[in-house]
């Protein structure tokens, strides 16, 4: 049962075969390590593997993800199990395979656009083809920003779409013990800056840190880890920087809440994003946010307590949106306060009556 909607869900989430557990293969090694069924929430969760080609494969994945899907649904309803619609997240492949599989099984699915799916994959010729196929086959397409949902409108696919924006869980992340802040830069107090997400380029976390040359009086931690993290060490360094920034690797979620709270602002200088988490998280935990005006952050950052939205991909202007929200931070509480607006519940009740609504309309179909 999925909170208050009545809905009930099975979830399946394959993950590539990897045949090797250990942690030398890197991140492989986590795909070899997960499951193949947990409860999660009271949510049974399946993890099937699916054959994945490394950097030659990804137009053959939607074809090899769609096996594993269909085996695994097959499995599910010799347990009594029979699903009204489908549900994918993420255009492709995920959406794209779904989108076989529903022919198969005669299911009406939905599918949700959340970012790079669109601005990135979706902006090839190909993928953009097999994305278009399979919206003209889509019930009802949902996406987590109105940016996202004009251009999956561009598309050319009558499929309706709306915007569901991801919303916060309030409870998990919330205000730290201690909720002094740093009200202005000053000789004796430093502002602390955070960045968590991937190092990987377009995060532009080298912004973040030419921005961080012209500032004075401030701390920053860098959360999470890539392939972008030794070059983003050694410009520290060569900006004489090196004392000012702590870079912290990957933290387990549980600690997310408390690192968000210790910081006074968090900065998230992406070239692209759909709707970022980490924003909303961060103000929940009542800190202001200084982000690149794209996607998502236009639709949530649109009051000066939730932060700034910086216009132009350089250091000066990072340097410029952080000064100015340091020197007129907002109250925790009400930044706070802010961010409540997005919580889950009139999302998932968004989400139940676009869902009742394509099975209705299935139903009178089949009828």
Not at 90 to 119: C, E, I, N, W
Not at 337 to 343: I, V
Request: with cysteine; net charge positive.
């Amino acid at each position: 049962m999925i909170g208050d909607t009545g809905i009930t869900a099975k979830v399946i989430a394959p993950v590539p075969w990897f045949p090797f557990q250990s942690q030398r293969f890197g991140r492989y090694s986590l795909f070899a390590r997960t499951p193949k069924y947990e409860i999660l929430n009271g949510i049974e969760v399946y993890h099937p593997r699916f054959l994945i080609l490394p950097k030659v494969g990804a137009p053959l994945t939607p074809f090899f993800l769609a096996l594993t899907l269909k085996r695994t649904i097959r499995r599910i309803q010799a347990k009594g199990y029979e699903a009204d619609l489908f549900d994918a997240h993420y255009l492709y492949p995920d959406g794209v395979a779904v989108a076989r599989v529903a022919q198969d099984f005669k299911k009406p699915f939905v599918m949700t656009a959340r970012g790079s799916d669109v601005t990135e994959i979706g902006r090839k010729p190909f993928y953009r083809r097999a994305i278009a196929w399979a919206l003209s086959r889509c019930a009802h397409a949902i996406t987590v920003s109105n940016s996202l949902r004009d251009e999956l409108k561009t598309y050319g696919s009558e499929c309706p779409i709306t915007t569901l924006r991801n919303g916060i869980d309030g409870d998990r992340f919330c205000l730290p013990t201690e909720t002094k802040i740093s009200a202005k830069p000053s000789n004796e107090k430093f502002v602390k800056i955070l960045y968590a997400g991937w190092l990987i380029p377009r995060k532009r976390v080298d912004l973040l840190l030419d921005a961080v040359v012209k500032l004075k009086n401030v701390k920053v931690e860098i959360v999470g880890d890539g392939p972008e993290q030794a070059a983003l060490k050694a410009q520290a360094v060569a900006l004489g920087i090196a004392d000012k920034v702590a870079f912290l690797g990957r933290q387990a979620p549980e600690r997310m809440p408390q690192i968000y709270g210790r910081n006074d602002i968090l900065v998230l200088p992406s070239e692209r994003e759909g709707w970022a988490n980490v924003l909303l998280e961060a103000m929940a935990c009542g800190t202001p946010v200084v982000s690149n005006a794209v996607a998502g952050a236009l639709d949530l950052i649109t009051d000066s307590v939730a932060g700034r939205l910086v216009h132009g991909q350089t250091g000066d202007a990072y340097a410029e949106a952080i000064q100015d929200l340091a020197m007129h931070i907002p109250n925790r509480q009400d930044v706070r306060r802010f961010a409540l607006q997005f919580g889950w519940g009139g999302i998932s009740l968004g989400q139940q009556r676009i869902f009742e609504h394509v099975i209705s309309n299935s139903s009178e179909e089949l009828g």
